[in-house]
């Protein structure tokens, strides 16, 4: 289990911090969040910045000084573009999925799965119901009335102190929502794990899940992490050999963590 970052917000543009972070264990970050950073920009707003600062450049170099994995999930395409060209070591999206299937911006085109293989990057694939399925948000904009009522526990709940009624009433609502959206079938995540292997490659393939920040808005058969089982069986359906399985379950990711910590001990140097 690695400590990461999601969201280069929580260095505030200090790469002093950056490096504490290091020193506590942290070995990966993903640039962006929702929101831009004061040095890059993000997949969830309006360009502001063309992507990466010149400070924002600075921060990846550093990183891979570090043995920090630099993880472009959530940011603009430009981020991606300019972190894909500063970076010395290889790349990972820890939680996106493919555009080519469901035209998310948080997903990768095409093109960016080609150029983050190229560099010996790993895309994850997120489990998100609204990352596989072109039409999930659609359908999601018809159940606005459990949104508000959601939105509205979170505006009544202190943003400090006892905050313990919010999980369990959210997740009461979530459970009411998808009684009315039912589940999208596993075979669609299915479909972007075989098409990021087709455009990336096998080497270049991992599990991004999310299970903690979707909402149980998940696959049928896919419901949290005990059923991980069902998406090999799903793989082992389509093909796949066991070898190829165990570099998507965690070969290829550990793959990208060694080449980041020879990158990290050759810029020592």
């Known amino acids: 289990m690695l400590m990461g970052l999601e969201g280069g917000i ?5 790469l002093a911090v950056l ?3 290091y020193e506590l ?4 970050m993903t640039l962006t969040h929702t929101n831009h950073t004061p040095w890059a920009d993000s ?3 309006p360009p502001v910045h063309n992507g990466l600062t010149d400070f924002g450049r600075d921060v990846v170099r550093e990183m891979n000084r570090l043995g920090i994995m630099v993880d472009i999930s959530h940011v603009s395409d430009k981020t991606f573009a300019d972190a894909l060209a500063v970076s010395s070591a290889p790349l990972i999206a820890s939680h996106s999925s493919c555009r080519a299937l469901a035209a998310a911006p948080r997903n990768m085109t095409d093109d960016m799965l080609r150029a983050l293989a190229a560099k010996g990057g790993v895309v994850h694939i997120n489990f ?7 039409g999930f948000s659609a359908r999601m904009d018809a159940l606005k009335s459990e949104q508000t009522r959601q939105d509205a526990i979170e505006d009544a709940a202190p943003k400090f102190g006892d905050r313990s009624r919010v999980g369990p009433d959210t997740r009461k609502i979530n459970a009411e929502r998808i009684a009315k959206l039912g589940r999208i079938p596993l075979s669609r995540l299915l479909d972007h794990f075989e098409h ?5 490659g096998v080497d270049h393939v991992g599990l991004g899940s999310d299970f903690d920040g979707v ?3 998940l696959p049928e058969g896919m419901e949290d992490v005990s059923k991980l089982p069902n998406l090999v069986a799903g793989l082992v359906e389509r093909g796949f050999s066991d070898s190829d399985i165990l570099k998507i379950l965690g070969g290829n990711t550990l793959r ?5 910590e020879q990158v990290a001990r050759r810029t020592a140097r």
């Open 10 to 14: 929580a260095i505030d543009s200090d």
């Open 19 to 21: 490096r504490t972070y």
């Open 215 to 217: 909402d149980d808005q």
């Open 256 to 260: 990208v963590m060694r080449e980041v």
């Open 196 to 200: 990021a292997v087709k455009i990336a």
């Open 43 to 45: 997949s969830g707003k």
């Open 128 to 134: 998100y119901e609204g990352f596989l399925d072109a």
């Open 25 to 28: 264990g942290i070995r990966y």
